[in-house]
């Protein structure tokens, strides 16, 4: 059976088409990976789902259109798993299921919804989707992560670096000037995301080290020692599990190490508001320019003022799940020195991060217990399809 799934940025490549393809490829499926255009992309979508996935074609965003357009292929099952939904529609499929996401205008096209959390369900019943077609199911995202208990003990603190080049050597810039005001007592792991890793490759190593010494100056040889560089990805879950408190910016990692229990300091830099990626008609602006982006990026401003500043939004995966205020969360011009006394602070605290982790796998466990995993709802639903 021939299975096709739209897809487009590092958290939903990495998150919930990879793991898909893997558990469809077990079961007997043929799968292909349509790549649609995102302002969350970082173009090096196509090369990590080929690293990682279980596709037999994937396709880029200009093939996906061409496809979408002029030549669109017929599909048993075909998934909708992240972007713009309209893209999805216009694939010939005798069951389309979306991930997460829906709209009224569009519900007549989706046989069923699969919905990872309680913020998705929450979206999906205020727009008056048929409950009777809303799945609960275990994310995706977790498939690879196993919690094995918070250590509040523990020396480590993670500092989760950027999927997109700018964000990554940005955030890299900051958490190494931030490191020689931490306590001594504490080894910081520096996590790498695939998608930064394919630009580079082996050379990425040497680049870090450089770019360390470049930045760290006479405090190079003191504290470079204390940092360690993630690249593997079965690694990086393993050694996620064990830090005390996770540093990033908004996006899928907070969904998994809030998984995990791991306490966080969620941060959105607004230095170059013009590099933060934002959806919506405002986030298309990225693709008119270096004058698109300083508008977009004047918008950003707006709405973070209006918005994070006065938490009527959150930006942590958590905090948006839960609907309530569980991660610290901080935007605005983030440089060492405020960043290092906020993580100090937290680090000091230890009722606060058991506190936080006991409320974070609460969330989740309590998800867990209503819903079934993709494998299940794939054997299920193929079982009663071939009924028809």
């Known amino acids: 059976m021939n299975v096709g799934i739209v897809s487009n940025s590092p958290g939903e490549i990495a998150g919930w088409a990879i793991p898909a393809s893997v558990i469809l490829k077990n079961l007997g499926f043929n799968v292909d990976l349509y790549l649609t255009p995102c302002m969350f992309a970082t173009k090096k979508e196509y090369d990590v789902a080929f690293r990682y996935g279980s596709f037999e074609r994937i396709f880029t965003p200009d093939q996906t259109l061409k496809k979408i357009f002029f030549n669109p292929l017929k599909y048993e099952i075909f998934f909708h798993m992240g972007g713009e939904i309209w893209y999805s529609t216009r694939f010939k499929s005798r069951r389309l299921i979306s991930y997460g996401w829906a709209t009224k205008r569009l519900d007549r096209y989706?046989?069923?919804?699969?919905?990872?959390?309680?913020?998705?369900?929450?979206?999906?019943?205020?727009?008056?989707?048929?409950?009777?077609?809303?799945?609960?199911?275990?994310?995706?995202?977790?498939?690879?992560?196993?919690p094995v208990g918070y250590n509040v003990d523990s020396n480590l603190v993670g500092f989760m670096l950027g999927s997109r080049e700018v964000e990554f050597w940005g955030l890299l810039e900051i958490y190494l000037k931030t490191v020689p005001l931490l306590d001594m007592r504490y080894n910081f792991l520096f996590f790498v995301s695939p998608f930064v890793y394919e630009i580079y490759s082996e050379d990425l190593k040497n680049r870090l080290f450089s770019?360390?010494?470049?930045?760290?100056?006479?405090?190079?040889?003191?504290?470079?020692?204390?940092?360690?560089?993630?690249?593997?990805?079965?690694?990086?879950?393993?050694?996620?599990?064990?830090?005390?408190?996770?540093?990033?910016?908004?996006?899928?990692?907070?969904?998994?190490?809030?998984?995990?229990?791991?306490?966080?300091?969620?941060?959105?830099?607004?230095?170059?508001?013009?590099?933060?990626?934002?959806?919506?008609?405002?986030?298309?602006?990225?693709?008119?320019?270096?004058?698109?982006?300083?508008i977009k990026g004047y918008f950003v401003?707006?709405?973070?003022?209006?918005?994070?500043?006065?938490?009527?939004?959150?930006?942590?995966?958590?905090?948006?799940?839960?609907?309530?205020?569980?991660?610290?969360?901080?935007?605005?011009?983030?440089?060492?020195?405020?960043?290092?006394?906020?993580?100090?602070?937290?680090?000091?605290?230890?009722?606060?991060?058991?506190?936080?982790?006991?409320?974070?796998?609460?969330?989740?466990?309590?998800?867990?217990?209503?819903?079934?995993?993709?494998?299940?709802?794939?054997?299920?639903?193929?079982?009663?399809?071939?009924?028809?």
């Open 110 to 146: 989706f046989s069923g919804y699969l919905v990872p959390n309680d913020y998705y369900y929450r979206k999906l019943v205020s727009r008056q989707i048929d409950e009777k077609k809303i799945i609960k199911i275990k994310d995706l995202v977790f498939e690879k992560l196993n």
């Open 211 to 294: 770019f360390g010494k470049q930045i760290m100056g006479n405090e190079f040889s003191k504290h470079f020692g204390r940092i360690r560089f993630v690249f593997n990805e079965p690694e990086k879950y393993d050694l996620l599990s064990k830090v005390k408190l996770l540093v990033t910016i908004p996006g899928t990692k907070t969904n998994e190490a809030g998984y995990l229990g791991i306490p966080q300091l969620v941060i959105l830099p607004l230095q170059r508001p013009e590099c933060v990626p934002i959806w919506g008609v405002v986030g298309w602006l990225d693709f008119l320019g270096i004058i698109g982006k300083k």
């Open 301 to 388: 401003v707006k709405y973070a003022e209006k918005n994070i500043l006065t938490r009527k939004r959150f930006i942590s995966m958590p905090n948006i799940i839960s609907n309530e205020y569980i991660l610290p969360e901080v935007a605005g011009i983030i440089t060492h020195i405020n960043l290092s006394e906020k993580i100090n602070e937290i680090l000091d605290n230890k009722v606060f991060l058991i506190h936080t982790s006991q409320k974070l796998r609460s969330i989740y466990k309590s998800w867990d217990n209503e819903s079934i995993s993709f494998k299940e709802f794939i054997e299920i639903y193929c079982t009663e399809f071939n009924k028809r």
